[in-house]
């Protein structure tokens, strides 16, 4: 099978999601990879297409069709990310292709891909069936991103070449202020999300998070209160936790704020013994965080000394 | 909207509630905003919000969130010379105003939305209602089998969701089995009896689910209600008439004395210093004051203390007027929240437990112990949980 | 200015699904959250602009057309000017159909934005916008949150991921992926949405949706249990195992 991945680029770097696609890819059979920024490819194992088009563009969709029409791939995979979802929704209705979203697994057949998503907040999960050649948009965090570095043989293709072009112009980054903590750099991180139930409750988040030497972060519901700033979001639209810990207080673990959650291990707390961010934990706890957080704090206190 | 339109829309709203005409009798004394738990965190007290609206000014007081500051304890309303209804009418129609003008603070905003959609605030299925109900180990019909019964039982929403609140719920109802009560629960088909949503301003929700609830009613036979929510309770015997309900309704603290002869039977000794919280819709707004504290004094080893703070003039947990979900907003305003200081009183009476009559004031004074760290020091009781602690002695 | 956003209807999660093999079945339907910011988010473009009108047009199929009532309602509350209901021939899970069915509508109303939420739980078969802007040869751009207009263009951000954003300039007409509106959404008391769904015109059209090929659901079925034992019961006990947890992984 040959499967085509979109790279994606931003700011100039590689993303991780590009390599996870490419441990997908080489799962499946042969792999190849398109860039359409510019950027250090040579990470990327196999072969790669690199177009310098400008920063991440929603119409770089007709650079992936050109690339298609050469390449004949059976299967074209693209991260569920903001930047790419854009192209491949726009890719599989010009190229009349199936597309299968939300995946977490992708299967090669004989002329067929097979592939499961989990939909419904996480309640479903569904088995699908593409013929090729089909487009596959796969969650952040399925695939081991190591397995997709290796060396790359680059071929640069000029955009003249292409003739392509849109009118959506890319302005500028708009980049979070640098003073606030980074997240994705902290080993510990203690992360609140609906059940904490209001802002004054985050006080005790943040006392946890100070006996523990880590910081404090939040889902979205949570930032989106304003009750903490965005530089603290986790998940697909905010950043990424990669450290020892993340512990999980009143989150329900749904897939846009699991993907941003790559700790190495991950403490669940939650009423709901269905919540989907048991899944992903070494452990977990139902209980009321507003319960067991006071009890827990005193108790590490104690430790403390 | 327009200064002109909130006025008409405003005065349109006062005029619909009893005795809401007084208001043009303000004499500006101030007992109201002196009387008030948030009197000194807002900017607008009620006497001012009178002020300003009578010289037509309605914009700054919604600005300022003066409005949300209030947890409908009923304090001003009582002592108010002129007798205006501040709780009941002045507050919930400018209320309605920042309802209308889309932006009240957003916990209560998501939470009247569940209550319109779920029937119940809490984001919860309205199937799930009666789950409570297996966690424990007798049978508690339901009114859709059963039809009939002497007691109809109203949990309320957070007698029936939320998870202290159904410990509650559970203690009353094996109250009722050791009583040998003939009661029955509506279950799935009880929604919000919405004492909240009317006080927040969101009459039309109120309306509509007074209504919902009494066609319910209609379809089963009972002589009395009886709940633990002294909102429910209020609601019921002072709303619901209105549109045409009429049968008698019980706090549970009456029913409890109702039934005090038989109970004394059945008491068991507890060891405890106990005094008791006069939750605001039980005494101050409904007047009942001495049921609960013969109950009380009724249990064998109990030794009963009060506080300084009692009866009509005892101090609001907080939770009512939709406080419990505005704690994040008046936490912005005030120093320390009113239960906090409520249970401090409390804990100063040398009591082991502080005993209460609504189903807010357990979770809003356990927060307070925690905040206050006097977990440990003092326990928070339901009076039912009390009674049934000694019934099983 | 001609703007219109798309109201589609999702499960509503805090009811139970029903998950057969072939089929899942909600008890009951409710407006997809991303596409209340996109009904927002064009309200709130109507507001900056000044001349302009906004249309929702709401999606349903035979089975669930009922529940989109009230989000229709609501938007005429928010002060939406025309409602249309748009009732396919046939539930489907294929986005790439609806695109294409939907594109043909629009094609002739001559909107110069289109509003869509970026994103639904049951969109496990593409993602509505971009294949909308395809068929209606449009330029697309999806996780906006912020939209200006600006000489006959518009001007938005988008989300990255990672907290970064970028602008970029968009030429009308074009679709617009909302993930979220500009401010909270607006709360519309009980009797406002009562009176605004008594009161609303709603123009009913029947969309015949073509059958594509290609992508097939082999079964639905519910996630296994997790593995992991989940601690329960005493809070002591609880915190007391955790912190061996903590103590296992070396935080402690």
Known sequence: MKVLVFGEVIDGEVQNITYELVACAKKLGECVTLVTSDADVSSIDGRVIKVNAGEPNPWHYKIVE????????????????????DIASQLSAKMEMPVATMVYEVEGGDGEVKARSIAYGGKVIVELSMKTPAIAVVNVGSYEAEEGKGSASVEEVSLEELGVSDGVEFVSYIRPSEEDV?????????????????????????????????????????????????????????????????????????????????????????????????????CGAVADIMELVPVLIDKIREIKG | MEVEEMLETYYERIGEIPESEKFIQCIQCGTCGGSCPYGMGTLFTPRRMILAVRAGIVKEVLDSGAQWLC???????????????????????????????????????????????????????????????????????????????????????????????KEITKAFAKVMHLLEVDFAILGNEERCIGDLARLSGEFGLFEDLAEKNIRVFEKYEFNRIVTHDAHAYNALIREYPKFGFEKETLHHTQFLYQNLEKLKEMFGKLDYTVTYH??????????????????????PGVKFVEMKRIRENALCCGGGGGGVWLDSFIKEHIKERPAESRVKEAAATGADVLVTACTLDVPMFEDALKVTGLEGELEVKDISELVLEALES | MKICAILRL?????????????????????????DEHAVEEALILKEKVGDAEVEVIGIADPDNEADLDEGLGMAAAKGADKLYKVILDRPTFKRAEVAKALAEFLKDKNYDVIFTGIQAIDAFAGNLGGMLACYLEMPYIGGVVEVNSEDGKLDVRKELGGGLLAEYKVPLPAVI????????????????????????????VELEL?????????????????????????VEEIADRLIEVLKEISVL
């Open chain 3, 10 to 34: 999702v499960p509503d999660l805090v009811e139970e699904l029903e998950v057969e093999e072939n089929e899942v079945i909600p008890f009951r339907y409710m407006p997809n959250e991303r």
């Open chain 2, 71 to 165: 947890t409908s304890c009923f304090t001003c309303s009582l002592r108010c010379p002129s007798q205006i209804p501040i709780t009941d009418a002045i507050i919930p129609a400018l209320r309605e105003l920042s309802l209308l003008e889309g932006n009240p603070p957003e916990e209560l905003a998501a939470a009247l939305m569940n209550i319109a959609r779920y029937g119940n605030s809490f984001r919860e299925s309205p199937r799930k209602r009666d789950r409570w109900i297996k966690e424990v180990d007798f049978d508690v019909p339901v009114m859709a089998k059963k039809k009939s019964a002497d007691v109809l039982f109203i949990t309320e929403c957070f007698g029936a969701y939320h998870r202290r609140c």
């Open chain 1, 182 to 282: 980074d997240i994705s750099k902290a080993e510990i991180v203690v992360s609140v999300g609906r059940g904490i139930g209001d802002e004054a409750n985050i006080e005790m988040a943040e006392e946890l998070a100070e006996l523990l030497g880590g910081v404090v972060a939040g889902s979205r519901p949570v930032i989106d209160q304003g009750w903490l700033p965005k530089t603290r979001q986790v998940g697909r639209s905010g950043k990424t936790v990669t450290g020892k810990l993340y512990l999980a207080l009143g989150i329900s673990g749904a897939t846009e704020h699991v993907e941003g959650v790559k700790a190495k291990n991950v403490i669940a707390v939650n009423t709901d013994r269905t919540a989907p961010i048991f899944r992903i934990s070494r």
């Open chain 2, 278 to 299: 006069d939750s605001c819709y039980v005494g101050r707004r409904n007047g009942i004051y001495e049921e609960p504290r013969e109950v009380i004094k009724a249990i």
């Open chain 1, 66 to 85: 050109k690339v298609v029409e050469k390449e004949n791939p059976d299967l074209i995979l693209f991260g569920n990310t903001s930047v790419s979802v």
């Open chain 3, 177 to 204: 992926g909302v993930v979220s509106a500009e401010r909270p959404l607006k709360f519309v008391p009980f009797t406002k949405l009562r009176q605004a769904m008594k009161k609303a015109e709603i123009e009913e």
């Open chain 3, 210 to 234: 073509p059958e594509f090929e290609g992508i097939e659901v082999v079964k639905y079925e519910v996630p296994p249990e997790p593995e992991i034992t989940l601690l329960e019961g005493d």
